[in-house]
């Protein structure tokens, strides 16, 4: 069972949360891991890099001079890939790098890097976390407050939070999303997670299903 602290906005602690990372994932898996963070970053590829073939490059395909008797060596097209200007032997074309893991997959993988991060004390929670309006400065002087300033840190909320995504969007190494949007990339990328009570609740709810 894991006691992680309470805190407010000004930095003091105010309670503390009891969890057990094994009522999320009872192994922690490297494999599936890796594997979950490395389809997501396959994902976001562009896979648009191209070079052209000898088929594809300008230049006449008469053969440059006759087989036998130059003393040369043989020549056919100058479109040849051994040629300045020709074409490129191994020609890159465009491709697609998307794939999926199972959705079962998936989740055990999100579930795993959440409990991870709770063995290795790099998530904090906060009692509450809500704004009327964008407040960068009032953000980072939370951050600040908690000890987050510097590293990377990932801020989640129960449900989606306008005011709070705004409120982050411009502080350097930090990012934000709601439980439903958390995934083995966003949780382990992140030096820290910061997560609200609620969103702490909505994460065991989740882990039921």
């Known amino acids: ?14 309670g503390t949360y009891d969890i057990d990372p094994a009522e999320l994932a009872p192994r922690i898996n490297k494999q599936l891991l890796h594997d979950a963070v490395v389809m997501y970053q396959a994902n976001v590829r562009h896979g648009a890099a191209k070079t052209k073939s000898r088929a594809e490059v300008a230049g006449s395909t008469r053969k440059m001079y006759r087989q036998k008797g130059t003393g040369n060596a043989r020549a056919g097209s100058r479109r040849s890939g051994i040629r300045r200007g020709g074409g490129h032997i191994f020609a890159k074309q465009p491709r697609n790098y998307h ?46 407050a908690l000890g987050l300033a510097e590293g990377s840190t990932h801020v989640t909320t129960a449900e989606h939070d306008k005011n709070v995504y705004l409120s982050v969007r411009n502080i350097k190494k930090v990012t934000a999303s709601e439980v439903s949007g958390l995934n083995a990339l966003n949780v382990l990328t992140p030096r820290h997670l910061l997560v609200t009570r609620a969103a702490m609740d909505a994460i065991r709810e989740q882990a039921k299903r």
Not at 1 to 14: I, Q
Request: no cysteine.
């Open 1 to 14: 069972m894991a006691k992680l602290k309470v805190f407010d906005r000004s930095g003091a602690e105010v």
């Open 99 to 144: 794939y999926r893991l199972p959705r079962k997959a998936i989740k055990t993988a999100t579930r795993m890097a959440i409990a991870s991060k709770i063995m290795d004390e790099q998530i904090l929670v906060i009692e509450d976390l809500s704004f009327e309006a964008p407040r960068t400065r009032e953000m980072a002087s939370i951050l600040a």
